[in-house]
């Protein structure tokens, strides 16, 4: 059974920095491109950050220059700098483009 369990997420203020981590448990995660996927309130899930099994990484123009996407053998990550206001939303990893059922999200909420 697939599992994706995002965490790390929480309220700061504006400026702040926060790193997100994800598991995933039923998928042999070395051989999968992943990304990070944002839902503001509102609006359509869409992607941050991606990155290839060979560690290539793309961007939203959005968050390019502040967030950074990386992973290790078992976990996925987003290191998230300079937050604003915008960035608030529900924060998601999935495959890239996304294929897998959708974990439960982690809250990040950026305070101005």
């Known amino acids: 059974q697939v599992k994706l369990v995002e965490s790390g997420g929480g309220l700061v203020q504006a400026g702040g920095s926060l790193r997100l981590s994800c598991a995933t448990s039923?998928?042999?995660?070395?051989?999968?491109?992943m990304g990070w996927y944002r839902q503001a309130p509102g609006k359509q899930r869409e992607m941050v950050a991606a990155?290839?099994?060979?560690?290539a990484t793309n961007y939203a123009d959005s968050v390019t220059g502040r967030f950074t996407i990386s992973r290790d053998n078992t976990k996925l990550y987003l290191q998230m700098t300079s937050l604003k206001p915008e960035d608030t939303g529900v924060y998601y990893c999935?495959?890239?483009?996304?294929?897998?059922?959708w974990g439960q999200g982690t809250q990040v909420t950026v305070s101005s």
């Open positions: 999935n495959e890239s483009p996304s294929s897998l059922p």
């Open positions: 039923g998928i042999a995660f070395s051989f999968y491109d």
């Open positions: 990155i290839t099994v060979g560690e």
